[in-house]
């Protein structure tokens, strides 16, 4: 009996860990095209922030639309975040990818001001202990590389556990 006590203590400080918590708005009576990105967005979604509680602490409010207009995916730093119609990025890596957006990535102005300093007391420590020495964090056009998950062709499951990680880093150091 203790044993279970224990490990259902355990599993629920593990999924408190990370406090990114995430709705999706939803139409009353979905068409089929809605019925179906509904349930791509909550893989994609469920995925992401499952990733985050295993891996990291952020904390954040999220509420999630889908918007047919929106050419890919898109968030800002007020919780808001939209896939469009196309299926393809209804996936966790996009889904990483705008969560990030949602944490400050692109969106605030400690962000920028770190991107310029390159100041990252601990993400960039953390970069340089994957990539060596020479490795910088680049930023431009609301982005960071590497490990933004900008583009399908950045996704592994490494660069997906590093993309939190450095989220996370970039959180601590005050964006």
């Given amino acids: ?8 203590i355990a599993a629920s400080a593990s999924v408190a860990q990370s406090a990114i918590t995430w709705t999706l708005d939803k139409a009353a ?3 089929s ?3 179906e990105a509904y349930e791509k967005i909550e893989a994609a979604m469920e995925a992401a922030v499952a990733r985050h509680a295993k891996l990291g602490t952020a904390s954040k409010s999220v509420k999630v639309y889908y918007t047919p207009g929106v050419p890919t995916a898109e968030a800002g730093v007020s919780g808001d975040l939209r896939f469009g119609s196309d299926r393809a990025f209804m996936d966790e890596r996009t889904a990483l990818h705008e969560i990030s957006h949602t944490l400050g990535v692109g969106q605030t102005t400690a962000f920028n001001s770190l991107c310029s300093s390159g100041d990252w007391k601990t993400a960039l420590p953390l970069l340089k202990s994957w990539d060596g020495d020479d490795a910088k964090i680049s930023c431009g056009g609301q982005h960071f590389w590497p490990y933004g998950l900008n583009y ?24």
Wanted: net charge negative.
């Fill in 33 to 35: 095209d809605q019925t």
């Fill in 29 to 31: 009576n979905p068409t």
């Fill in 1 to 8: 009996m203790k044993f279970s006590l224990l490990a259902v």
């Fill in 152 to 175: 399908d062709n950045e996704w592994s499951e490494t660069n997906a556990v590093r993309h939190v990680q450095i989220i996370n880093a970039m959180i601590a150091d005050g964006m």
